[in-house]
């Protein structure tokens, strides 16, 4: 799953709870940046949040099992609860 941060904030929850619902391990790749916006000339990257924050998210729905990052994206391993 490498969208989770072009959807808007006050749906992520909802987002993560229709994946556990429906998977039983996820692979997440979560970009922790802005974009430029080129593209469409508006950002894509609506819910820009740091490493924490999608941790603390996760974790609602998920068991982590691994997760590597760097300055630009975290990778998460999980499994459902």
Same mark, same amino acid.
């Given at each position: 799953c490498?969208?989770?941060?072009?959807?808007?904030t006050?749906?992520?929850?909802?987002?993560?709870?229709?994946?556990?619902?429906?998977?039983?391990?996820?692979?997440?790749?979560? &970009?922790?940046?802005?974009?430029?916006?080129?593209? /469409?000339?508006?950002?894509?990257?609506?819910?820009v !949040?740091?490493?924490?924050?999608?941790?603390?998210?996760?974790?609602?729905?998920? &068991?982590?099992?691994?997760?590597?990052?760097?300055? /630009?994206?975290?990778?998460?391993?999980?499994?459902? !609860?």
């Amino acid at each position: 799953c490498d969208v989770m941060e072009h959807i808007p904030t006050e749906k992520v929850r909802d987002v993560l709870g229709c994946i556990a619902d429906t998977c039983n391990q996820v692979y997440f790749r979560i &970009y922790l940046n802005p974009d430029s916006g080129a593209f /469409v000339k508006e950002p894509l990257h609506l819910t820009v !949040k740091p490493m924490d924050w999608w941790h603390k998210e996760l974790r609602r729905h998920f &068991y982590i099992d691994g997760m590597t990052h760097d300055r /630009v994206s975290a990778t998460y391993f999980v499994r459902t !609860k």
